[in-house]
């Protein structure tokens, strides 16, 4: 059964900088991220959880949800089977709690943002940006 561990987050001061981690285990045989549409997600509190950034290789999609376009940067790595979120000169309004997930492909761009376009979660990790 897949399943994605996050890792990362923490405090840090306004301008600071995160990398998550997003570990995946339980491919099915020959399988890699590559195979799966990879999305983060974040939910502050008393908010809806809100796309943040999207990558899927099959489909040649890259995108970034406005409110971090120039500071966010999805990667990942197929040998470590790990999904990361780089996230620069970060803001208060940052802070939420972060989550990746998997889905299946093609991963439409009309829908990548949607939550229910991706089949397999992480328990999420805190990032809260503060001085």
């Known amino acids: 059964q897949l399943q994605l561990v996050e890792s990362g987050g923490g405090l840090v001061q306004p301008g600071g900088s995160l990398r998550l981690s997003c570990a995946a285990s339980?491919?099915?045989?020959?399988?890699?991220?590559?195979?799966?549409?990879i999305g983060w997600f974040r939910q502050a509190p008393g908010k809806e959880r809100e796309g943040v950034s999207c990558l899927s290789v099959t489909d040649g999609l890259t995108d970034y949800a406005d409110p971090v376009k120039g500071r966010f940067t999805i990667s990942r790595d197929n040998a470590k089977n790990t999904a990361y979120l780089q996230m620069n000169s970060l803001k208060p309004e940052d802070t939420a709690v972060y989550y990746c997930a998997l889905g299946p492909t093609p991963l439409s761009y009309n829908d990548r943002f949607l939550p229910d376009e991706y089949d397999h979660w992480g328990q999420g990790t805190q990032v809260t940006v503060s001085s």
């Open positions: 339980g491919f099915a045989s020959g399988n890699t991220l590559d195979y799966y549409a």
